[in-house]
């Protein structure tokens, strides 16, 4: 059906090599590295015509999505959201906010435990970020 | 998001006599001249060395970005005093005024004029004033204050509304302005006194409390909160908003705000002395503290706690920091270190609960840390090592309690290419137990070790081709993906339940090696899970759909249980999840996610969206919800839910949603709103019905009986065109309990 | 201070020097050079007109032309006022110094400048008005921090 193995990383020359600016400690940065590192994207320092990309910081946000008729919260959606600012190499800035949705089951009954829940979330949350972030570059770089 | 050009555009409207072409900067770079010069112009001038200068005919003064145009003047330069009078005009970055007369005193850069209209740069604020004092303080930010004056941001001679004030203050580079003394008028008529408040005179928003407004509603009654700033000290504010509600009284609000470079937080306190609408006439309160940290280079620490005086405090006040229909309010400090490779963390963790349910355990303390060897690039081994320390204990004061302490080292051997990449993990879990927990009602102490392996081994494949698509050529990508998972059965019945509960198997938790969250159930697996997610691309790369599907065959039945054998597993395939997200044009949008039990053909869960948005103020969206068995329970949700907000036109917007209960055939939460904007004012009608819950005295355990509900209409009155944007239709969507949206502190 | 230079002599140096005995007039020219006691003019070409005997000095008016002329005299100690225009024209009797043509007067800092200056020397008080014709207004420079904190003398 005319598939076939995806030969290389296909990533557009102005990605080579890249700077990237984050908060420090920040979580999702040093996955995006990795990602870098994984994609033979090689980070350097600021430069002229390197495409510059500045990670701010992250945020974790909540909404109600369903309610029980007795008032009680049966689904919350968490919003996770980066902001990207890319710097491509001919100069222009693209600022856009990364967002990954993510719904889970509310039981009052067991706080703790839901809480644990949240922190895993938030933590797959982060690596489909990075994806979505590598989508972004390459399309913002794309010939 | 452009401000609709239209009505920003005529409300800023400056008066006749403003002349926009005002530029102070040409002296001083002539002239190169190390002290700030003052140049002075005219038909005539007689000058006497050292004393005074008197100047007639079309007399211009250009000092330190001040300007001033008059008939007659004269400078003093023993003095430094330059005193015009006949009619003057005064111009500076901030503040245009055409006044009767006026006294700069060059040496102490002040500058007094008297019987004055002033106009502030840039907004549509004017008024007049007996006399205006402005001064540049420390950090040469010019402090205006005027005496007997009037303030006001609308067009017009007879404004809609206008404050009068014995005195009026603001500061360059402070977003506030206080008053006091002060009157509003509506149309010309004085409708209410206030002795002090404040008002925001820039864009520069800060949450929460932001103008004087006037709202109603069926609880409360009318409510008129007036907001007062202190800007203690340049990286220090407070803010202090009395709220009068006529059904329950005047409420205090307070926040403190504290900024410096090593540490940043924040105090709120909410207080009501006797709230009149109980027959107990109790005291009502709500504080919250949050303060974060940063040590050094590794250590950081972060605290979040608050507390309300009742379950019901939240439902009847609202919070900007908690929502509505929140289940507890979750406390905790931490200290979280990090550096290369290593990450710890130790907190303390607390609830307290808004309603009639279990109590939860608190840990006191949590300890963990995390290790793990750099990822290598294509293939390669990582070694990682999680641990945890964890002491719970119950709330409610009863002797249940337990120690835990886990340690997690894992192996894994990886290989990565552009094309295929797959793994193989091997884990060792040790966990070691010393708890004392009720066995009916006898509290009974156990000593539980458990240690069992885990076996994963993950495979994934990157394919592609060139797709057509209605004349849009683009790329097809397809990643199947298929994972194995062993984890042997331990009968962990008599260990207590801390912190797991079942985890969610939607589309992400197909490919999760744990089923239940937490440490205290880790179930036993003998299973493969098959999925794969196809996504199409355009030419510049943008994604217009995705689809992900995905199913677990079981090998064995999973034998591992919560409490009771419901939560085991015995069909051999889990439900079929799949999801959709499909960018059909550029303003139409269709997401979907569904879980569908093959064995029982029934629909486990599902949700789907469509939705048209032009821009943030411009969007319509209808979404279903369907969800069996909600949390291990029998209780199933179906709701349907509507949303939009539509700019009619530059002055009238409307906003509104609506959320349905298909199986209790009941509104949960529904919300429709007129806004009507002119240049300085804007009021907004809304028609709301929502939950109005009162879990009070309801004893723990109990089947909640279906909740009351709190219709009314609300209006609220908002002193507008103190700034250029006009943020008001994002608010009305965020009303309600389904568009608030509660933030959530990220450690690192 | 400044009546105690109209004591001293008036010497005047130029390249040449050309005498009109009926019309008691002196023309001298290129780099003319003027002292008396700290009052200091130099002009392209100098004019001296007397009603009286030129060579006693009485009621001699000079018309100095340059581009510039300039002036430059001691007002009190250390306190020099300096000017420059087209054409300075000083009136020994009366003291009174008239700049004419994008005159320019500067005092420790303070800078005046106009199409037309009168400066009275006694009074120490300088006129400036704007020719109808002529779009240059009056221009005055003060630098307050630097007068105001410096000279508590006088």
């Not at chain 2, 051997?413 to 094309?419: E, H, I, K, L, V």
Request: proline share 4%.
């Amino acid at each position: 059906c005319g598939f076939q193995l995806r030969g290389s990383y296909q990533i557009p020359a102005q990605l080579a090599q890249v700077s990237l600016e984050a908060p420090a400690r920040s979580e999702i940065a040093s996955r995006l590295r990795d990602e870098f590192d994984r994609y033979d994207i090689q980070v350097v320092a600021r430069g002229q015509d390197i495409t510059h990309i500045e990670l701010l910081e992250d945020s974790l946000d909540r909404r109600v999505l369903s309610l029980l008729i007795s008032g009680q919260v049966a689904e919350y959606e968490l919003i996770y959201t980066v902001p990207v600012r890319v710097h491509t190499a001919n100069g222009d800035i693209q600022l856009q906010d990364i967002q990954v949705l993510r719904d889970y089951q509310e039981d009052p009954n067991f706080a703790l435990a839901k809480t644990r829940e949240l922190e895993l979330l938030v933590n797959e949350m982060r690596s489909d970020a990075v994806h979505r972030i590598m989508l972004l570059l390459t399309q913002l770089t794309w010939e | 998001q452009e401000p609709p050009i239209g009505l920003a555009a005529q409300c800023i409207a400056p008066p006749d006599w403003y002349s926009s072409d005002y530029s102070a900067a040409d002296i001083a770079p002539a002239l190169s001249l190390a002290v700030p010069a003052l140049s002075i112009q005219a038909d005539h001038a007689e000058v006497l060395w050292q004393q005074q200068t008197s100047y007639s005919g079309n007399v211009t003064l250009n000092y330190q970005q001040q300007s001033l145009r008059t008939e007659r003047a004269i400078y003093d330069q023993q003095t430094g005093r330059f005193e015009a009078s006949g009619g003057i005009v005064y111009q500076d970055p901030q503040v245009a005024a055409r006044g009767e007369s006026v006294i700069t005193d060059t040496l102490a850069d002040t500058a007094e004029l008297n019987q004055l209209d002033y106009y502030l740069r840039g907004t549509a604020a004017r008024g007049s004033a007996d006399r205006l004092f402005i001064a540049a303080n420390e950090d040469s930010a010019r402090q205006l204050s005027f005496q007997q004056a009037s303030f006001t941001t609308c067009p017009g001679n007879t404004p809609v509304w206008e404050i009068r004030a014995r005195q009026i203050q603001m500061n360059e580079d402070e977003g506030w302005g206080s008053a006091r003394g002060a009157q509003i008028r509506l149309f010309d008529v004085p409708v209410v006194y206030i002795p002090r408040f404040s008002f925001p005179v820039t864009d520069e928003r800060k949450s929460g409390l932001l103008y004087p407004t006037v709202r109603s509603s069926g609880r409360n009654g009318i409510e008129i909160e007036v907001p007062y700033y202190f800007n203690l000290a340049p990286n220090y504010d407070a803010t202090i908003a009395p709220r009068l509600m006529t059904e329950r009284g005047v409420m205090g609000v307070g926040e403190v705000r504290y900024l410096d470079t090593e540490q940043a937080g924040q105090v709120n306190l909410e207080y009501l002395h006797n709230d009149s609408s109980r027959q107990d006439n109790s005291a009502r309160y709500f504080w919250r503290l949050e303060h974060e940290a940063q040590l050094n280079q590794n250590w950081s620490t972060y605290i979040d706690a608050s507390q309300v005086s009742d379950v019901n405090y939240i439902n009847d006040f609202g919070s900007a920091f908690v929502n509505r229909a929140d289940s507890h309010l979750y406390r905790r400090g931490q200290a979280n270190y990090v550096n290369a490779r290593w990450q710890a963390q130790v907190q303390v963790e607390d609830f307290q609960l808004l309603g009639p349910y279990q109590n939860p355990f608190r840990t006191i303390p949590r300890l963990n840390t995390q290790y793990a060897t750099e990822t290598p690039r294509r293939q390669g081994w990582v070694f990682d090592w999680d641990s945890e320390l964890t002491r719970f204990e119950r709330q409610d004061g009863s002797p249940e309690q337990a120690t835990r302490i886990h340690g997690e080292p894992g192996i894994t051997y990886m290989m990565r290419r552009p094309g295929w990449e797959w793994s193989a993990e091997s884990r060792l879990l040790m966990t070691h137990y010393e708890q004392e927990l009720l066995e009916g009602d006898l509290l009974t102490r156990r000593s539980i070790t458990r240690t069992l392996p885990e076996f994963r081994l993950h495979g994934q494949l990157n394919l592609e081709r060139p797709f057509e698509f209605a004349g849009t050529q683009g790329i097809q990508t397809l990643q199947p993906q298929a994972q194995f998972l062993y984890t042997p059965y331990r009968d962990q019945r008599e260990i207590g339940v801390f912190d797991s509960v079942p985890l969610q198997d939607d589309y992400n938790g197909l490919f999760r090696k744990r089923r239940f969250s937490g440490l205290d159930r880790i179930a036993d697996a003998h299973q493969v899970t098959l999925g794969a997610t196809s996504s199409l691309f355009n030419q510049s790369a943008e994604e217009l759909l995705r689809l992900s599907l995905g199913q677990i065959f079981y090998f064995s039945d999973s034998q591992t249980q919560l409490f009771d054998d419901s939560t085991q597993v015995e069909d051999n395939t889990s439900e079929l999840a799949a999801e959709l997200d499909f960018r059909i044009s550029s303003r139409w949008f269709f997401n979907s996610s569904v879980q569908y039990d093959n064995q029982l053909n029934t629909m486990q869960k599902s949700r789907s969206a469509l939705e048209y948005r032009k821009d943030e103020n411009n969007l319509i969206q209808l979404n279903f919800r369907q969800l069996r068995g909600l949390t291990g329970t029998e209780t199933d949700v179906e709701q349907v839910g509507a949303l939009g907000a539509w700019q009619v036109s530059p002055q009238w917007s409307v906003a509104g949603h609506w959320y349905r209960d298909l199986r209790n055939s009941a509104t949960l939460d529904a919300n429709f709103g007129v806004q009507y904007e002119s240049c300085c004012w804007a009021v907004r009608v809304s028609a709301y019905r929502r939950i109005d819950r009162n879990f009070e005295g309801i004893q723990a355990g109990l089947p909640l009986s279906p909740a009351e509900f709190d219709t009314g209409i609300s209006l609220q009155f908002v002193i507008a065109g103190l700034s250029a944007d006009r943020s008001g239709l994002a608010g009305m969507l965020q009303q309600g309990i389904f568009g608030y949206r509660r933030p959530f502190y990220l450690s690192h | 201070d400044a009546s105690r230079d109209f004591q001293q002599p008036i010497s005047i140096e130029a390249d040449d020097q050309e005498l009109d005995i009926q019309a008691n007039r002196v023309i001298v020219r290129n780099n003319v050079i003027i002292r008396q006691g700290s009052l200091l003019i130099t002009a392209d070409r100098l004019e001296v007109v007397s009603d009286g005997d030129v060579s006693q000095g009485e009621g001699e008016v000079f018309i100095a032309t340059g581009s510039p002329a300039t002036y430059q005299q001691e007002v009190e100690d250390g306190m020099l006022v300096e000017a420059s225009a087209s054409e300075i024209r000083y009136d020994a009797s009366t003291r009174i110094l008239v700049l004419q043509g994008n005159a320019q007067m500067l005092q420790s800092g303070n800078q005046v400048s106009a199409n037309r200056i009168t400066y009275y020397v006694d009074e120490q008080r300088v006129t400036a008005e704007r020719d109808q014709d002529s779009e240059e207004r009056v221009r005055t420079i003060f630098q307050p921090r630097q007068n105001g904190g410096s000279n508590q003398g006088n």
